[in-house]
């Protein structure tokens, strides 16, 4: 067999942003497979075959790619991001693992990508400076109380929380929920940022205490920072900082 | 005031890993500041200024660099991975807040990198596909006591936990503290991943339980990623892949 799939991270949106090792991975691939607005940040060329599927048949698209790839194709699976976090590399091992055993020895590999939460928090400042979490809102893949349960502990551990997948028209209450539990918790003063398809023409940043964060703000190209505890703001006349100091005392958990 | 800080990510090792709007800020950059191996990773050109410093005094650095870019250099401070991600950018805001007022209105900018979370995470498959956290277990920062706490929350909560910093010659403790309080809460079977200098060509990945974990395992050019509940593995002839599913359930955490 000597067909080979490669999961690889385009990244937050600009091509600036995108690797040289994801750029040389595109250009020796034969098929490109992903979701539609994703395979359209690939350039088409001749002989590369586009498959691009819609959103929520993740699986299945994991099935058509190491199926390709064990048809001797060259086949590169395209996610936003980095395609480790809450994206199509999981997706793959799954669907490896409810395959024919041959799939098994595949020749396979991840490329890393800048994931949403790096370049929101570039463009804000650094509030990741210090301990910090993720957590995907999605709630098709688990229940709110799972989630609900993750958010607590994440404030009690007094971690900036990285919220992805806020919120889509399918279940806008679980932002909502998600808003009102870190308000309930974590006070009225604690800076959240909005960062909205960032590196993109339709970049927006927003930052504001959590006492005036409204679950519209955020829509599914949103990624939402929680300041931690520390997190701190630094006001400038060209725009405000957002940060999180490297140090922490034991009190301020 | 026409100087310039540029704070930019070098990612985990690999020229292949840089990402295009970093090559092309060092390519335009009069200054370069950083640790001595990091600016050691910077190809040196006429009129190019190399300020190569040693670790633990980032703040020292970053004054420095705060200072030079008011002086109307053109200057980039280069960190390994994400400078967001306990790097230089929190440094430098602190050193901000702490000098004169002027540098506020200083051009100031954050460039994202591949954090060696996502690179260790994408060698060995998605153990990062679901909710995780990124601890730094340096206590040159934070008390043990903070630091153990925030890891008894994180197992609780499930996520998968990416350690940095697990280990220096200075406090090798801290590291086998760690692994004991992990193996007491976590059980025995947990898979851990120790991945050391990916991308380069001293890279090492080693997957096994948390049984057979040693604090040894690990120096400060190591990153350690420690399973959720869910986390997997796949067996193949070719070597394991470790992977966290897309979905949990409510019982898990």
Redesign the interface.
């Known amino acids: 067999m000597t067909g080979s799939l490669v999961i690889a991270g385009l990244?937050p949106g600009?091509?600036?942003?995108?690797?040289?090792?994801v750029t040389?991975a595109l250009a020796q691939a034969t098929d490109i497979v992903g979701y539609i607005p994703y395979v359209a940040r690939v350039r088409a060329r001749e002989g590369l075959v586009l498959h691009a599927s819609d959103n929520r048949v993740?699986l299945d698209r994991a099935a058509h790619a190491l199926s390709l790839a064990a048809a001797e194709r060259h086949v590169v699976v395209v996610s936003s991001g980095?395609?480790?976090?809450?994206?199509m590399?999981?997706?793959v091992?799954?669907a490896?693992?409810a395959g024919p055993a041959h799939w098994?020895?595949l020749?396979?590999?991840?490329?890393?990508?800048?994931?949403a939460m790096?370049?929101a928090?570039?463009?804000a400042?650094?509030?990741?400076?210090?301990?910090?979490?993720?957590?995907?809102l999605s709630d098709n893949?688990?229940?709110w109380?799972?989630i609900e349960?993750?958010l607590r502990?994440?404030v009690?551990?007094?971690?900036a929380i990285a919220l992805y997948n806020p919120r889509s028209k399918a279940r806008p209450e679980g932002f909502a929920q998600t808003l009102s539990l870190l308000q309930e918790v974590c006070g009225d003063d604690r800076p959240v940022l909005f960062a909205r398809a960032v590196s993109t023409p339709d970049e927006q940043l927003r930052i504001l205490p959590l006492s005036e964060a409204r679950p519209e703000m955020a829509d599914m190209r949103t990624m939402v920072i929680v300041g931690s505890s520390s997190t701190?703001l630094?006001a400038?006349?060209?725009g405000p900082?957002l940060?999180?100091?490297?140090?922490?005392?034991?009190g301020?958990?």
Not at 125 to 136: E, V
């Open positions: 990244g600009s091509e600036a942003l995108i690797t040289p090792e040389a993740e980095d395609p480790g976090v809450f994206a590399a999981a997706a091992f799954e490896l693992e098994h020895e020749s396979i590999s991840v490329l890393p990508g800048i994931t790096l370049a928090s570039a463009r400042g650094a509030p990741l400076g210090h301990d910090f979490c993720a957590i995907n893949l688990k229940p109380s799972l349960r993750r502990l994440a009690e551990a007094d971690f701190r630094i400038r006349a060209s900082i940060y999180t100091p490297r140090s922490a005392m034991a301020m958990a």
